[in-house]
């Protein structure tokens, strides 16, 4: 991410007084009527499920970008040797995998060098969904989370697209711009090299932009606006309760394909300003400190990146990319309670428990019925688990996951969290309770899941306890509606 916002002002003096030539044209014109207003992409009704990014294939692009750096003066900016190493990297996977790849040449950037852009064979050319990351980096480093994050997730991205060859409903087209850093001049000087009618092709533009810090926020471009949408949907079903990216506005490549009117959105996970109280609390991570500590540093290494957040990025973009542009026919939503047995009452089955963990025992009431599901209460160190394989119909509208908890400890402190229960999806942490959570009677937790829909997972509570002072957590009355 560059360092200084570029005024509007500033943006407006720009545009008029360039000259562009465009040395390879990623679209070729078609002859139909200029469009000269553009609507705010939507999501298909229905989606094949998108398929879960391994973060490790992600992290094994960063490790390259490291090397490329190190090999190369110790950093990958635009114009460099670095640069140069870094685009051969990602072209040469890209052609591999089946992409039709080429290079612009930026004759107008400081540092005059190469965008990449890539497009999957398919779809309708007049439709373009386009998803984009900065290549280059600064001097001073190797540029690991600003920005090969960004770089290494759409890189992943697009292999796991061409390895499972679905039946498109949009273009998608990729790009790696050069000289961001420098103001944002590679993106710039594509946008400015499509006329009127190619730029109405483009319905949205996605842009990602430091998707791995390690004190890392949930950030989304313009997160209220419609082409948004699929990309907040995915972390609100995992519950991040995303933020507006404030600190990102007019300093990464979105802002020339919103001047020029295209719909725009992205994910970003913060640079150097500080993190809040209240973001530490629901995000974790370190208040009143930098999101990203070695931003525009040396120590911009793949040890500046969480794989956490890299990870909820890397899958949030998959899930945005298959809901936009992947075609699944119209699968017809078979809705209904997904879970089985959520109240306890016939036995254990479909569900698999420690011993003891599915109980009538009175000594802790059930919410209705007989039986529940008590993890902890042991008051010695012990992990008891709550499992149920569940699978989640596609083409439904909304999907539900919702339980009864009730909290009572013998703990007396009110600031330490010494005993737990972790409710997970698949690897997908939704919530954890502690000791500090307990309260009289049920409360009913929700959470919004969407982002599992057309797979199967595991529906996990864990309970952990340590050597002295109880904590039950005591859940019933488990559902997963699908309507």
Known sequence: MRGRTLSAGAALAVFAGMTVTLATQPVAASPTTATTMVRPIAAPVAA???????????????TQFNTIATNNGGNRRAGSAGYTASLTYVKTRLQAAGYTVSEQYCSSCRYPSNNL???????PADQVVMFGAHLDGVSAGPGINDNATGSATLLENALVLAAQNPTMTKKVRFAWWTDEEQGLNGSRFYVNSLNT?????????????????????????????????????????????????VEGQGRSDDYYFQQAGIPTSGYAAGASARKTSAQAAKWGGTANSAYDP?????????????????????????????QLAVGGGTPTCTGGQVIGNGGFETGSTPWTASSGVITNSSSQPARTGSYKAW?????????????????????????????????DTA??????AYDRLTVQMGSTTLATYSNLNAAAGYTQRAFNVAGFAGQTVTLRFTGTEDSSLQTSFVVDDVALQAS
């Open 48 to 62: 094949l499920a998108a398929p879960d990014i391994s973060v490790s294939n992600v992290q094994a692009h960063l």
């Open 197 to 245: 009618t190619q730029r109405g092709y483009i319905k949205g533009y996605y842009n990602f932009d430091m998707v791995g810090s390690v004190n890392g926020g949930y950030f989304i471009n313009r997160v209220t606006s419609t082409t948004a949408a699929p990309l907040k949907a995915y972390w609100d079903s995992l519950g991040l309760q995303p933020e507006e990216n």
């Open 411 to 416: 703990e007396t402190t009110g600031s330490t």
């Open 294 to 322: 070695c931003y525009h540093r040396s120590c911009d290494t793949t040890a500046n990146v969480s794989a956490t957040v890299l990870n909820r990025a890397a899958d949030g973009v998959a899930y945005a990319l298959w």
């Open 375 to 407: 993890l902890g209460g042991n008051g010695t160190t012990r992990t008891e688990s709550l499992t149920q394989s569940v699978t989640l119909p596609a083409g439904c509208a909304g999907y539900t996951l919702s339980f009864w908890l009730h909290i």
């Open 117 to 123: 852009i890539a497009e999957w064979p398919g779809g």
